[in-house]
Every structure is written in C-alpha cells, then in structure tokens.
C-alpha cells in the first residue's frame, strides 16, 4: 500500500542547530556529466491529481510540485540535507527558541505561461503559511494543515476565529519573522515540506483555489506548459529561475496511469528515458533488470534506506485491542521470509526508523519469530476464531508480495484470517476511515531525516481521526515523550528520547516493523542524473541531465 508521508502537527523546540545542514548556498547537483540542454521523458505508473504544492500527497504531485515548479524557504536537497532556497539562510532565532526571522533572497521571481512574473516578497510567504492553514480551503484543507499549527494565532485561525495568523509578521519586504506558540524543534524541516512552498497571491485570485492545480505559477526551475490530465504534463524551461546555470534541461515531459509494465516495456524500448517510480516497480521487475547485463548499468547504487515497512494493526477493532493479540501478530511474522520476496531490495527490520533517520539505532531488538509463543499468546488472550481481515491494496507493489506470506504465518500462529483484496484507489480511500479496515500493509518514506517525522503522524492523537495514524493507536506517554524531546536541542539528549518513544511504540506492538525497503532509482541510456532525492519528493528536477 502505498503510503505517503504528510508530518503531524509540530509542538515543541525550535532550535538553530540543525542536522545535516547544508551550506547557504543552493543544493550541490548528484552530477555533471552532460552538457546543458534537451528534454526528456518521463513515465509515472499512477496518475497526478495536481500541482498545488497546498493539495499535493500522490507521488507524480509532489515530485513535480517541490522538485521542478516550486521553491521552499528551505528544502531537503539531494543529499538528504536541508539546505536554503529561497531563503537567503537559516533563521535567526530569538525569544527562548520560539520567534526567528528569515531574510529572502533578492530577485527570485514568480514565473508561469501567461503569467507575468514579478518578485517573491516576504508578504508571498504570510499568505502561503495562512493558505495552508485554511480551514476553508479549496478543494479541500491542505493535508499539510498540520506543518503549520505550532505558529502563535493558528489555534484560532484554523477554528475560523481569525482572519489572519497573529504569529506571521512582514518586517520588511524581504524579511518575514515567525513566532510559535510553543517551541518546535522539528518546525524548520517542516519549512521544506511541500504545502509550505511558496505560492504567489496574485495567480491564485485570477483563477481561485480549486483550479490552481491545473493553472500553477511558481519559482520552480521549470513551468508547466500543458497537462492532458491522465495522460502527461509538459514543463518548459523556467528563464527566470534564480540559481545560475539551472536548470540543464529545456523541459521534461511527464506521463501519467502507464502501468508498471507498460512503462517497464517503454522504457526498455526506447520510448521514455525514465521511469518516475521506479523505486516502486515489483520486486521480480526489479531484480531483472539489476541482473540484466544490458541493463544494470542504470541502475543507481543504493544508499541508506529512508523507508519502513511496517504492518499496521487498527486498534480500535476487536481482539486487536488487546496488547496480547497484537504481540501475537509481532512473533508470528516471518520477517526473514519476507525479505528473501524482494530479491536484494530489503533488509530486515527490528525498529521503525530506517537507516536514513539521525535516530535510527543498529543494534535495536524486537519481537523475534516465534509462532509458538505466538499461538500461544492467542490462547492467554482468550481469542475465539473470530476472522480478522487483512487489506490487500492490488495495486500496490508491496502488497501482493507481502500478502500470502502474512496469511499463512497467521494462519499457522492461529488466527482465522480473511483477506480483502480491493483496488488502489478503494485501499486509499478505507485507510483514512477509523474502522474500515483491521490490518494492512504500509511503507513510510521520510519528508527529512529526523524521527519526529516517523513519530507524530503516525503514532499520536494528531493523526488519529480519518488521518496518518493507521494503526489508530493513543498513548498519553507518547505524546508527553514528544513534548520533552521536542524541547531540547538537536543532538544526543533529544536522540535518547525518540529512543524511548520507538522502544515503546515497539514494545505496545503500535506497528510491527518488518523491513527497509532499499530505493531501487533507475536512470537510463539517455540520462546523466535525474536528481534523485531521498526525500519523499524524490527528485530534483533541476539537475536532470541528458546524454547524447
């Protein structure tokens, strides 16, 4: 199941030491081996629903919204590390880590076909942070709504109590200062997230909220020049984008709903030059064309894993509210199995931060497998036989792959088990509902590399009704443990925290972790880089290059 990453909301420390920081200056390309110029074409397996960085959540969205027709304040670049972009560096912070101010850029400028350009003010990012918060938002509030709650006055703004956001002020036209309510160490990161970049006033009036989507003006390294919704969007070279030299492309051209085999078949043929997801193709596809010698060279060494997949269980239906089943469940997963499935693509899995994440610990324990302890917990429980239903998303790459290996531990361990295969877009719409489903399959790929992002979307009171938390699990002692990691700096203290956070979402059984899926990023004979990112965006843009 496919399973995006959207951060909670953010509620403590707000501090100038950032990990992983890039330098002031923009983001450092992956490489340079081509010559500037050409286009190419890109295929996507699903569809893009638009490109209204406030309303982005599918893949082709956000990677076209954040990676080539937007600027943030800040981003995560292709290093994993968060770096300025329109901002002109890091903020100034003052007040007990809870007001900063940022200075812009001079001469970065909203551009668009049709739209005539004029330059981002720190006015621009008032109206894009209280944009997102909007409760009345059109076509619906900013899933990204969350990011922004920890700003003084959002409280009451989002409770439509407010016309504006008392914590947003314009110092001078390039100086915006922000103040919180609360500290936020995480509130920097969320910056760079893709509902707070930066959107221009002027175009959203001229055709409103709703059809922004479709007519998106940005300061992005690239404008959109034609969409054929469902089928491809066409970006042109933006000449007014303000890093120097960038971009090296003079358009891509994004396909949409070409399958996963038909891309795969396309790109073999010559017909694309890339494949969007590749990072989401079956694992049997996957392997061949790693193992294929006229193939393999374009497949991108591996980095650190920045996803984990876990096994959601819902809380909130019998007998999975009880702690002993749910521990079943954990020992009765044969994990080892699993990753075999994935042909070299996975690793196993004891924790819920993978490798890419500052607080991810090597030599972390979890339930081990063991279905006879597990059958065995099922008796203590008093379990009846009562079938438990397992959702399987058929459009999904993981899902079926995951699917029968599951059942059949279950089954083994005890459990009378039904499955329940749906289509991606059914899968989609049960899991934001509090009981339409019992467990499912899940993967979370970081937005940037801290725990917070890992933590409070999917495991707090701040995503539990109809949002991220699908395992729609509360506990009191968590949020507390967020409160007080999120009140210290980065670094070692605030690391040992989210240690006792994971050691107890693990322990409670809030997920059962299973293993880091490795991105598998494809390029092809004609690409010197596509800017792949580890961040959920996945690419940026920017830096794509052809050859030859």
């Given at each position: 199941m496919r399973i995006r990453t959207v951060a909670g909301r953010l509620?403590?420390?707000l501090f100038l030491a950032v990990p992983a920081i890039g330098a002031a200056d923009h983001f450092n390309p992956a490489r340079q081996a081509a010559a500037a110029g050409g286009t190419l074409t890109v295929a996507y397996s699903i569809d893009a629903a638009t490109f209204d960085p406030g309303q982005s959540i599918n893949p082709p969205?956000?990677?076209?919204?954040?990676g080539a027709l937007f600027s943030g304040l800040y981003r995560i670049n292709v290093k994993g590390q968060l770096v300025p972009d329109i901002a002109q560096a890091l903020p100034t912070v003052t007040k007990g880590q809870t007001v900063f101010t940022i200075h812009l850029k001079h001469g970065v400028m909203f551009n668009g076909v049709g739209y005539t350009p004029r330059e981002v003010k720190a006015q621009d990012v008032v109206y894009t942070l209280e944009r997102t918060l909007n409760p009345k938002l059109k076509p619906g509030v900013s899933p990204?709504?969350?990011?922004?709650?920890?700003?003084?006055?959002?409280?009451?703004y989002v409770a439509g109590k407010a016309k504006h956001v008392s914590g947003l002020k314009v110092l001078d036209p390039y100086t915006v200062q922000i103040t919180l309510s609360r500290p936020s160490a995480a509130f920097t990161y969320a910056l760079a997230t893709t509902g707070n970049f930066i959107v221009p006033s002027d175009a959203i009036a001229k055709v409103g909220d709703a059809s922004f989507g479709t007519h998106p003006v940005g300061t992005g390294p690239f404008m959109l020049q034609q969409w054929v919704k469902g089928q491809k969007a066409v970006l042109v070279k933006n000449p007014l984008y303000f890093v120097k030299g960038l971009p090296y492309l003079d358009g891509i051209t994004f396909q949409f709903n070409v399958g996963k085999q038909l891309e795969v078949q396309r790109w073999q043929a010559g017909a694309i030059d890339a494949i969007g997801d590749s990072s989401d193709l079956p694992p049997v596809t996957?392997?061949?064309?790693?193992?294929d010698p006229a193939t393999a060279k374009y497949v991108e060494a591996t980095q650190p894993s920045p996803t984990s997949n876990v096994l959601y269980i819902n809380n909130l239906i019998p007998p999975f509210n009880n702690k002993l089943v749910r521990e079943a469940v954990a020992y009765a997963v044969n994990k080892k199995r699993l990753v075999k499935y994935y042909h070299g693509q996975a690793s196993l899995s004891n924790q819920i931060y993978p490798p890419a994440v500052a607080q991810h610990e090597p030599s972390f324990t979890s339930y081990p497998y063991d279905p006879v302890k597990a059958h065995a917990l099922l008796k203590q429980a008093g379990y009846n036989g009562k079938p438990i239903e397992v959702l399987e998303d058929l459009g999904a790459s993981n899902d079926p792959v995951e699917t029968p290996s599951v059942v059949q531990d279950l089954r083994a361990a005890g459990f009378t088990v039904k499955v329940k295969g749906v289509s991606d877009q059914v899968a989609g719409n049960l899991i934001f509902t509090n009981k339409g489903y019992t467990i499912i399959f899940g993967y979370w790929s970081m937005d940037y590399p801290d725990a917070y992002d890992f933590v409070v979307p999917t495991y707090t009171k701040d995503g539990f009704d109809g949002g991220l938390n699908f395992s729609r699990y509360l506990n009191p002692a968590v949020d507390k443990l967020v409160a007080s990691a999120e009140a210290l700096p980065f670094g070692p203290a605030r690391n040992a925290v989210y240690g006792k956070i994971q050691r107890t979402l693990v322990d409670d059984v809030a997920a059962v972790p299973l293993f880091y899926r490795l991105r598998f990023n494809l390029d092809g004979p004609h690409v010197a880089s596509l800017g792949w990112s580890p961040a959920y965006s996945f690419n940026e843009w920017a830096y794509a290059q052809r050859k030859g």
């Amino acid at each position: 199941m496919r399973i995006r990453t959207v951060a909670g909301r953010l509620g403590a420390a707000l501090f100038l030491a950032v990990p992983a920081i890039g330098a002031a200056d923009h983001f450092n390309p992956a490489r340079q081996a081509a010559a500037a110029g050409g286009t190419l074409t890109v295929a996507y397996s699903i569809d893009a629903a638009t490109f209204d960085p406030g309303q982005s959540i599918n893949p082709p969205d956000n990677g076209i919204t954040t990676g080539a027709l937007f600027s943030g304040l800040y981003r995560i670049n292709v290093k994993g590390q968060l770096v300025p972009d329109i901002a002109q560096a890091l903020p100034t912070v003052t007040k007990g880590q809870t007001v900063f101010t940022i200075h812009l850029k001079h001469g970065v400028m909203f551009n668009g076909v049709g739209y005539t350009p004029r330059e981002v003010k720190a006015q621009d990012v008032v109206y894009t942070l209280e944009r997102t918060l909007n409760p009345k938002l059109k076509p619906g509030v900013s899933p990204f709504q969350g990011n922004d709650t920890a700003i003084a006055g959002a409280d009451v703004y989002v409770a439509g109590k407010a016309k504006h956001v008392s914590g947003l002020k314009v110092l001078d036209p390039y100086t915006v200062q922000i103040t919180l309510s609360r500290p936020s160490a995480a509130f920097t990161y969320a910056l760079a997230t893709t509902g707070n970049f930066i959107v221009p006033s002027d175009a959203i009036a001229k055709v409103g909220d709703a059809s922004f989507g479709t007519h998106p003006v940005g300061t992005g390294p690239f404008m959109l020049q034609q969409w054929v919704k469902g089928q491809k969007a066409v970006l042109v070279k933006n000449p007014l984008y303000f890093v120097k030299g960038l971009p090296y492309l003079d358009g891509i051209t994004f396909q949409f709903n070409v399958g996963k085999q038909l891309e795969v078949q396309r790109w073999q043929a010559g017909a694309i030059d890339a494949i969007g997801d590749s990072s989401d193709l079956p694992p049997v596809t996957a392997q061949g064309i790693a193992n294929d010698p006229a193939t393999a060279k374009y497949v991108e060494a591996t980095q650190p894993s920045p996803t984990s997949n876990v096994l959601y269980i819902n809380n909130l239906i019998p007998p999975f509210n009880n702690k002993l089943v749910r521990e079943a469940v954990a020992y009765a997963v044969n994990k080892k199995r699993l990753v075999k499935y994935y042909h070299g693509q996975a690793s196993l899995s004891n924790q819920i931060y993978p490798p890419a994440v500052a607080q991810h610990e090597p030599s972390f324990t979890s339930y081990p497998y063991d279905p006879v302890k597990a059958h065995a917990l099922l008796k203590q429980a008093g379990y009846n036989g009562k079938p438990i239903e397992v959702l399987e998303d058929l459009g999904a790459s993981n899902d079926p792959v995951e699917t029968p290996s599951v059942v059949q531990d279950l089954r083994a361990a005890g459990f009378t088990v039904k499955v329940k295969g749906v289509s991606d877009q059914v899968a989609g719409n049960l899991i934001f509902t509090n009981k339409g489903y019992t467990i499912i399959f899940g993967y979370w790929s970081m937005d940037y590399p801290d725990a917070y992002d890992f933590v409070v979307p999917t495991y707090t009171k701040d995503g539990f009704d109809g949002g991220l938390n699908f395992s729609r699990y509360l506990n009191p002692a968590v949020d507390k443990l967020v409160a007080s990691a999120e009140a210290l700096p980065f670094g070692p203290a605030r690391n040992a925290v989210y240690g006792k956070i994971q050691r107890t979402l693990v322990d409670d059984v809030a997920a059962v972790p299973l293993f880091y899926r490795l991105r598998f990023n494809l390029d092809g004979p004609h690409v010197a880089s596509l800017g792949w990112s580890p961040a959920y965006s996945f690419n940026e843009w920017a830096y794509a290059q052809r050859k030859g």
